[in-house]
Antibody, heavy 117, light 107 residues
């Protein structure tokens, strides 16, 4: 069974930084493309970033481009999201999800990021 | 960016009802359309992919279809565990985009 477990969320002040992690198990992590998707409180889903299995292709939504950096460590079966220059609009639950064939197959339980002074 | 428009935003239905949710893409996405179910406080779950393929383990009362840039998710006989919010998502081009969601509530 695929398990994706996010961590690193919390309360951060506007302008601050946070690094999220996603630990994967139950799959050959190095073969899967990975994504971050977020959901603001009471709102819909927003895809924000993608990284392919070898870190060769990386994409971002315009809303986070230049502020967020996605990365992975296949040796540690882990995915990361470095988030800088955070604003209140970044407040959301952040999910990691794997995508083998242009679909978000499995999702973690999410980690809540709150940006507030 | 490709816009995905779902309708309705919410609906009320009873157990046993047939339920349909529509998702329209702002441009051609071929069949690169996925459907997810999300229950309160939980992560989304993949239901359908490539418009009409049922994800493993998903009950056969769920089905999907496509007509041009219009996509339909159908629940043939609504069960109590199906009350949730449903999202469509296009994976034809980056940025992947979601519909705004359809909340299926108990009548």
């Amino acid at each position: 069974e695929v398990q994706l477990v996010e961590s690193g969320g919390g309360l951060v002040q506007p302008g601050g930084s946070l690094r999220l992690s996603c630990a994967a198990s139950g799959l050959t992590f190095s073969k899967y493309n990975m994504n971050w998707v977020r959901q603001a409180p009471g709102k819909g889903l927003e895809w924000i970033s993608y990284i392919d299995s070898s870190s060769s292709s990386i994409y971002y939504a315009d809303s986070v481009k230049g502020r967020f950096t996605i990365s992975r460590d296949n040796a540690k079966n882990s995915l990361y999201l470095q988030m800088n220059s955070l604003t209140a609009e970044d407040t959301a639950v952040y999910y990691c999800a794997n995508s083998g064939n242009s679909r978000l197959d499995s999702w973690g339980q999410g980690t809540l990021v709150t940006v507030s002074s | 960016d490709i816009q995905m428009t779902q309708s309705p935003s919410s609906l009320s239905a009873s157990v046993g009802d047939r339920v349909t949710i529509t998702c329209r893409a702002s441009q051609s996405i071929s069949s690169y359309l996925n459907w997810y179910q999300q229950k309160p406080g939980k992560a989304p779950k993949l239901l359908m992919y490539l418009a009409s393929s049922l994800q493993s383990g998903v009950p056969s009362r769920f089905s999907g279809s496509r007509s041009g840039t219009d996509f339909i998710l159908t629940i043939s006989s609504l069960q109590s565990e199906d009350f949730a919010t449903y999202y469509c998502q296009q994976s034809s081009s980056i940025p992947w985009t979601f519909g705004q969601g359809t909340k299926v509530e108990m009548k």
